[in-house]
């Protein structure tokens, strides 16, 4: 699960690392600034490592439901515990987020085939999962 603390953390680092890889830009008065947040998600079009992580989670969770009843994996995910929970908040499933994520509208790159694509597995996780 990204909490949002860590979303800013993620997003912060993308940030620092894409200003070293494009370097800085020269003004009009020919002195060297470095690129904002916003000419650096001009050059990403709008792609983020955020989007990318929720957009893997998507592929696997495909993956999981592709495969076969009897791989150890997608039993994992279908087993139910038998001991009582602890008291308090429960934890969030890795399948409750791809749901939430699912629901926000995944990835983040704003393509419609993208956004087909995603209502196409959102309805599939819906059936399969619920």
């Known amino acids: 699960m990204l909490k949002e603390n860590m979303t800013n953390k ?9 200003r070293k890889i494009f370097g800085p830009t020269r003004t009009d008065d020919g002195y060297w ?16 490592i955020i989007g990318f992580i929720k957009k893997q989670r998507l592929n696997w969770l495909g993956h999981i439901e ?7 994996v997608q039993m994992m995910k279908r087993w139910k515990p038998m001991s009582k929970r602890p ?6 499933r890795w399948e409750d987020d791809v749901l939430e994520d699912t629901n926000k509208g995944g990835g983040g790159s704003g393509d419609d085939d993208d956004n087909n694509n995603n209502k196409l597995i959102y309805y599939h996780i819906n059936v399969c999962c619920r």
């Open 10 to 18: 993620l997003m912060i680092f993308e940030r620092k690392i894409m």
């Open 87 to 92: 008291i308090g908040i429960p934890k969030t």
């Open 66 to 72: 592709r495969t076969a009843e009897n791989n150890i």
């Open 33 to 48: 600034r470095i690129k904002t947040d916003q000419e650096i998600n001009d050059i990403l079009k709008g792609q983020n």
